[in-house]
């Protein structure tokens, strides 16, 4: 049984860190890649930033620069630590992992950014 679990949300004034974080059991996770998205109220949710078991990584345009995605393969483990905060920044940030072509997430983690 797949399951994500974040950490790390919270309350933080714009130019603030955070640091997610979330921890996966049930699957192989050296060899899944990971991801990080968020929705905000009336949105969709959009990628934030992957990273492949190779630990290649990519992000949203929008979070380059401030955002940095990393895992510890030892304690399947992936994180997404988050500088310079913005106000548009806030959100439900979700950890997920595509298995067989099914789509797993986490039950999310609420980012609020005070301006």
């Known amino acids: 049984q797949v399951q994500l679990v974040e950490s790390g949300g919270g309350l933080v004034q714009a130019g603030g860190s955070l640091r997610l974080s979330c921890v996966a059991s049930g699957i192989d996770f050296s060899m899944r890649a990971m991801g990080w998205y968020r929705q905000a109220p009336g949105k969709q949710r959009e990628l934030v930033a992957a990273i492949t078991s190779a630990g290649i990584t990519n992000y949203a345009d929008s979070v380059k620069g401030r955002f940095t995605i990393s895992r510890d393969n030892a304690k399947n483990m992936v994180y997404l630590q988050m500088n310079s905060l913005k106000p548009e920044d806030t959100a439900v940030y979700y950890c997920?992992?595509?298995?067989?072509?099914?789509?797993?997430w986490g039950q999310g983690t609420q980012v609020t950014v005070s301006s």
């Open positions: 997920n992992t595509d298995l067989f072509s099914r789509r797993y």
